[in-house]
């Protein structure tokens, strides 16, 4: 049973235009929330974080999104970059627990220069 | 400083051999997460070791796999008599405590033949 869903194996979108990268949740305990960007041959690198008790927390060009109540979260990336072009993925974790993540499946970004 | 490193990068082994991957934190970080990413899966959680508490195992597939941290740094993930399905790409993580950003490590990519 797959807790952390990203139903979008794959996003294209045009150099300079928003990237929305989704993702659901089912496990009502989870209550942190990450996304991690993985280029080819490297391990995933942190990209932002939010923790339940936000909705929105910001940095520079990404925004990430949470909506407790329909359990889905959001990354938003603007304006796009080809240097974004990378596999997303979103992790979510219980916190005081023994912090392990648990990832969705990835989302493979492609910006078009 | 040095990121998470992680030996050897790739591995190639025939079914029913043991295998030993290394790990390598970040100096100075007292928690260390094994993962493994299988062919268009997410990552999954292995094994987490934090100080000097017993390691939660509780994502070990099975018990032909075990993990050792020595000396609260260096970790070994080992895998006896393996079988086709652990081809896998096997990521290690640090963070600087329990609840800090994971960091990860390149991966070691095991093909069993």
């Known amino acids: 049973d797959q807790q952390v869903k990203q139903n979008s194996p794959s996003l294209s979108v045009q150099e300079g235009r928003i990237s929305i990268l989704n993702c659901d949740y089912t496990?009502?305990?989870?209550?942190?929330f990450l996304w991690y960007k993985k280029y080819p041959a490297e391990g995933p690198t942190f990209l932002i974080s939010?923790?339940?008790?936000?909705d929105k927390n910001e940095d520079g060009r990404f925004t990430v999104f949470l909506n407790k109540s329909a359990k889905h979260l959001s990354l938003h990336i603007v304006p796009s970059q080809p240097g974004d072009s990378a596999v997303y993925f979103c992790?979510?974790?219980?916190?005081?627990?023994?912090?392990?993540?648990?990832f969705g499946k990835g989302t493979k970004l492609t910006v078009n220069p | 400083g040095a990121g998470v490193s992680q030996s050897p990068s790739n591995k190639v082994t025939e079914k029913g051999k043991d295998v030993e991957l290394r790990c390598d934190p970040i100096?100075?970080?007292?928690?260390l997460y094994w993962y493994r990413q299988s062919l268009g899966q997410g990552l999954e959680f292995l094994i987490y070791?934090?100080?000097?508490?017993?390691?939660?195992k509780s994502g070990l597939p099975s018990d032909r796999f075990s993990a050792e941290r020595t000396g609260g740094s260096v970790s070994t993930l080992t895998i006896q008599r393996t079988q086709q399905e652990d081809s896998a790409v096997y990521l290690c993580?640090?963070?600087?405590?329990?609840?800090?950003?994971?960091?990860f490590g390149p991966g070691t990519r095991l093909t069993v033949l």
């Open positions: 993580a640090s963070s600087l405590a329990g609840r800090d950003t994971q960091y």
């Open positions: 496990n009502s305990m989870f209550d942190y």
């Open positions: 939010i923790s339940s008790i936000k």
């Open positions: 992790a979510a974790t219980v916190q005081g627990g023994s912090e392990k993540l648990v």
């Open positions: 100096s100075g970080h007292t928690a």
């Open positions: 070791f934090q100080g000097n508490s017993a390691p939660d």
